[in-house]
Every structure is written in C-alpha cells, then in structure tokens.
Nanobody, 120 residues
C-alpha cells in the first residue's frame, strides 16, 4: 500500500528558511511527477512547485526565486527548500506523487499535510 509522508514543517520567523521532505513508499513500481501544494483555511489548494521524473521544475509566481524543489528518485523523495519566508507563506503544505504500482497504471497520491507558520 502506497504511503506519502511529509515532514519538516514548523514555526519560522519572517526571512527564515525551512526544508520540507516528502517520501513515498510501499510497493512502488515507478514515480513520475512530484510536487507541493499549499492551502490556507477558506481558500483552495494552490500549486507551489512541481518536478518531473526528468528534473524539470515549475514554480508558482509568489515563490519564484525563493523556493527550490529537488528529488531523490532512488528514494522516491521530494524536497522543498523554502527561503526568505514571508507571513503569506503560512499554510498547510501538501506533497503529491504520481505513482505507478503496476506497469501501465498511474495514480495521484497526496500526503497528509504539514503546517508551516511564518511569524515573529
């Protein structure tokens, strides 16, 4: 059974940094796109960053130049390095992974979310 688990959230002061990690495990045949979304109460979940299996990346405009995404495909793990954090980055951050457990299938899995709070 596939599990996607985030870690690394917490409280940080404005201007600070945090690194989120997300590991997928459990009967994985292959992992394709991975990435991060975030959500604040009362708003829709929004894209933060994505990374393909080939390493191509995409960032939402509010985080460009401040956040970086990377992956370790051998470990089915994706990372989000967040620098120069602002109060408006406060949200629950969700990891996703597009995973094949059997050749020819593809399922979009979500993690449970990790809280990031940027406050002095």
């Amino acid at each position: 059974q596939v599990q996607v688990v985030e870690s690394g959230g917490g409280l940080v002061q404005p201007g600070g940094s945090l690194r989120l990690s997300c590991a997928a495990s459990g009967g994985i045949f292959s992992t394709y796109n991975m990435g991060w979304y975030r959500q604040v109460p009362g708003k829709q979940r929004e894209l933060v960053a994505t990374i393909t299996s080939g390493g191509s990346t995409n960032f939402a405009d509010p985080v460009k130049g401040r956040f970086a995404i990377s992956r370790d495909s051998a470990k089915n793990t994706v990372y989000l390095q967040m620098n120069s954090l602002k109060a408006e980055d406060t949200a629950v951050y969700f990891c996703y992974a597009d995973i094949s457990v059997v050749a020819g299938t593809l399922v979009h899995y979500w993690g449970q979310g990790t809280q990031v709070t940027v406050s002095s």
